[in-house]
């Protein structure tokens, strides 16, 4: 008894100095247990809650009451990403390549090989005139005038192949899938549609230059100049033709263009390779392993294009394997190393004369409308004649 009336003193005195003391400094009493969380930092007298003395609530059944640290993760939605402007930009960047990528994809006429151009029609024009106007320059006195027979030879060679570019482009002849090429050399697929909207209206220019170089060459608009030593090495019209069509070919598929745009790929490319490895380093590696074989590439594409561009205008494409083996034997080089921009003309010869096509191009050689042999032979005799009168014209030494 003596021990509870001492313990009920005990506890009672104790009681009465924490509530005066709490009296006086203006705040309520608490049970000790509650000063314990108190001192945790879990119960705060200035919020009212299910607890005594108010202890601070992690849950609000009272919405207008916000609270000064919630505990539940803050609200997903909209407005989240457009207070971040770095999260915005990360997914508006990709979408932006993403759709400009969709916009600027073509398909390559005959192969139907994807891939991106960023050159408009207009810029390929205008680019290619002017490096048309330098060539032309370059090559003053060298130019052989219209009426020279050699000049009419490649202008109706070229002609011929012309016109039967355009009947493919009005009736899509000639528009064949690759399925029978070569894996290694060709990509297409039978539901693309080929892009050739940039050949409606071409204006193709023929060039002939006086210069012992067995070569043509093509530029960007549809230029062509064509070298007088290619048309005394090579006698027969479809071997001439091989050639211009070959030439033609780099022009239908928008080599050019298509070369300007990977470009700008391959700089950014090696500007971030230059942070990590010497810029000499880099540059060996970017040619060696990414722009020359693309060039090789779109080589061999031209050749399989050529070919059936020269077997729609009825000439004989059993010829071609043959005319590339020997243009390498007339160059004085073996093309095809592994730093040339040219593939071998041993290689470029296997994979015409491929079974599959070699049939294709005999298909549309046999199914060609035939050149007009009477009109050609009428028009190198007034080339003749032509020639003639300006030889008596000229003065005499």
């Keep these: 008894m003596a021990f509870f009336n001492k313990g009920a ?26 000063r314990r969380f ?19 609530r992690f849950h609000s059944a009272d919405r207008s009451q916000a ?18 402007p770095g999260k915005v930009l990360t997914l508006l960047v990709p979408g932006a390549f993403a759709v400009l990528y969709l916009a600027f994809l073509e398909d390559v006429p005959y192969t ?11 810029v390929e024009g205008s680019c290619g005139e002017k490096l048309f106007d330098r060539t032309k320059a370059s090559y003053e006195g060298k130019i052989l ?3 020279h027979p050699k000049s009419v030879r490649a202008r109706l060679i070229a002609q011929d192949i012309i016109e039967a570019l355009q009947r493919g482009v009005r009736n899509e002849q000639g528009w064949h899938d690759i399925h029978n090429a070569s894996p290694d050399t060709f990509e297409g697929s039978e539901s693309s549609k080929p892009t050739t909207s940039h050949l409606e209206g071409y204006n193709f220019e023929i060039l002939v230059v006086n210069e012992p170089v067995v070569n043509a060459s093509a530029f960007l608009g549809g230029k062509i100049v064509v070298f007088t030593g290619l048309m005394e090495h090579f006698r027969k019209d ?48 970017s040619s060696h392993y990414l722009w020359l074989p693309l060039c090789r590439r779109l ?28 243009l390498d034997k007339a160059n004085g080089y073996a093309a095809g190393g ?30 060609s409308i035939p050149s007009n042999g009477h009109a050609y032979k009428q028009k190198l005799q007034l080339a003749d004649k032509s020639q003639d009168l300006l030889l008596a014209s000229s003065p005499r030494k």
């Design 9 to 34: 003193k005990s506890a009672a005195l104790h009681a009465f100095r924490n509530f005066t003391s709490k009296r006086a400094l203006g705040a309520a009493p608490r049970p000790p247990v509650l």
């Design 38 to 56: 108190s001192r945790c930092g879990a119960i705060s007298g200035n919020q009212p809650g299910p607890f005594p003395d108010g202890a601070k």
């Design 67 to 84: 609270a000064p640290q919630q505990h539940f993760k803050p609200p997903r939605g909209s407005s989240r990403w457009f207070r971040k």
């Design 112 to 122: 139907k090989r994807r891939r991106l151009v960023l050159w408009t029609r207009d």
């Design 145 to 147: 005038p219209p009426t």
């Design 238 to 285: 479809a071997e001439i033709a091989t050639i211009i069509a070959h030439e033609m070919a780099h022009v239908v598929a928008r080599h050019d263009a298509e070369k300007a745009t990977k470009t700008v790929g391959l700089k950014i490319i090696e500007r971030i390779l230059r942070m990590f490895a010497k810029p000499d380093r880099v540059d060996t590696l």
């Design 299 to 326: 080589e061999i594409e031209a050749d399989y294009i050529g070919l059936l561009l020269m077997a729609s205008a009825g000439y004989d494409p059993r010829v071609a394997p043959r005319v590339y083996e020997e």
């Design 338 to 367: 592994d730093l040339s921009p040219h593939p071998s003309g041993k290689k470029r010869a296997q994979l015409l004369a491929q079974a599959p096509v070699l049939e294709e191009a005999l298909t549309l050689y046999r199914n």
